[in-house]
């Protein structure tokens, strides 16, 4: 099973053109579900569309059919300065370029596009934006849904679907404040774990797909408003506050820090987890390279950043000489580290602590819940970094393998988002 390890609260603000809607929405949105906006690319070089049906293309609106396809075709839309072409495959460009949007919708109601080699429902929409490509996938939230459930907390087994339909409504709920909140940038959310990982219909599976439609329009409220829902897959036996990972944020009374244990016993509903415990080491030379690679992305540097390489900005730290945890949280995660090295000291917070000491092929450390004990030092450079642990991912709001544990022991949907969103109650979005 994959379990998203990380769920950011806001995203990055862009700017693009893109209306809202859309004219003639039958056939595309289902009937009674609200509009969301996925952003599949945000500068994308070209975009393949197609469908698994008969297809139509237009340009700015619905009245404006530039090409009419079938199954068996594709086209490559590319940009050109600030315009957009397109072009079958084997065929010139045309010398006609449009400033867009393209508007691609089947032709069939309910029948599948397809886009870098996935299906998708409702529509696809492409807009020329800084030299790149803007490619939304716009559908009802629904339908949406159906493609974010099983990437985001994997297929589950009997007696675990109390855990998904929780996971449905927390996802709703996220989808809901993310529209709120979109402005004028061309779309509501990124289509991965910036805002949730979405994989289309490609990734529809028959349990989320029950889920999804057992909940429908549910969603979570706390004093009225309906709420943001930050979740990662294992808290390692208590939830944070968000003060406590996301430094620079403020907290949310819904938010609080909430016990994992199962009452009456020393074990934790998220002990089933593989990561509610784990261990991890770094080599001296090891450690001096990621810090190197990544201490300037969340700390401002003492001295210049050199270019490694490869051409990636990293700074020149000298040896690493001591590596110390300030403080914990109420929750018992890492508060701060100090690193001391030959070219001058850093401090790191919260979950920032992650993305510094990441794995070999950039995977985030698994969370901030950990102590670490170091060789070498004093002076001379750190020889060993090891670093024992528990959970994966922030740890804020509803823990994903614990809410499969509280499945497993029979509580409800509503339970357990309860549990985890204090003082929250779960009704209808109208």
């Not at 943001?228 to 294992?234: A, D, G, L, Q």
């Not at 415990?277 to 540097?301: C, D, H, I, M």
Request: glycine letters at 12%; proline letters at 4%.
């Amino acid at each position: 099973m994959r379990r998203a390890g990380i769920l950011f609260f806001f995203g990055a603000v862009a700017c693009a053109s893109l209306p809202s809607s859309t004219s003639e929405d039958s056939g595309v949105i289902e009937q009674g579900e609200k509009p969301v906006r996925i952003a599949l690319a945000t500068a994308a070089r070209e975009a393949r569309i197609g469908g698994v049906g008969a297809w139509v293309m237009y340009n700015r609106n619905t009245t404006q059919r530039v090409f009419r396809g079938k199954a068996t075709d594709e086209i490559r839309v590319e940009i050109r300065g600030d315009r957009l072409v397109w072009f079958t495959a084997g065929s010139v460009p045309p010398s006609s370029r449009y400033a867009g949007p393209y508007i691609f919708r089947s032709m069939t109601p309910g029948a599948l596009l397809r886009y870098d080699g996935k299906r998708y429902r409702g529509e696809l929409i492409i807009t020329p934006r800084n030299g790149g490509l803007l490619v939304v996938n716009r559908l009802g939230v629904e339908s949406y849904l159906r493609g974010v459930v099983p990437l985001e907390i994997g297929v589950a087994k009997p007696g675990e679907e109390a855990a998904v339909e929780a996971q449905a409504v927390a996802a709703r709920s996220y989808t809901y404040t993310r529209i709120a909140e979109a402005g004028n940038r061309g779309f509501d959310m990124y289509g991965s774990v910036q805002d949730q990982a979405y994989g289309g219909a490609n990734a529809e599976k028959a349990m989320t797909d029950a889920a999804v439609e057992k909940t429908r329009d549910m969603v979570l409220r706390f004093a009225g408003r309906i709420i943001n829902t930050p979740y990662s897959s294992t808290c390692g036996g208590r939830t944070a506050e968000v003060k406590e990972v996301w430094w620079r944020r403020n907290s949310e009374p819904y938010l609080k820090s909430v016990s994992d244990q199962i009452p009456g016993t020393d074990r934790y509903y998220c002990d089933i987890s593989g990561r509610f415990r784990w261990n991890t080491e770094f080599t001296g030379t090891q450690l001096q390279e990621t810090l190197e690679k990544y201490l300037a992305s969340v700390t401002p540097a003492s001295e210049p950043p050199v270019s490694a390489n490869s051409g990636t900005p990293r700074l020149a730290l000298g040896r690493v000489t001591d590596f110390r945890i300030n403080g914990r949280t109420p929750s018992d995660r890492v508060e701060s580290v100090s690193i001391q090295t030959d070219r001058g000291s850093y401090v790191v917070r919260g979950n920032d602590v992650r993305f510094i000491l990441r794995t070999p092929s950039g995977g985030l450390l698994n969370s901030t819940y950990f102590t670490a004990e170091t060789s070498g030092g004093g002076g001379s450079a750190i020889s060993r970094l090891s670093i024992r642990g528990g959970g994966w991912g922030h740890g804020i709001g509803m823990c994903q393998w614990g809410a499969i544990g509280r499945a497993r022991a029979g509580q409800d949907y509503k339970t357990i988002l309860t549990s985890y969103y204090s003082g929250t109650t779960v009704g209808p979005i109208d």
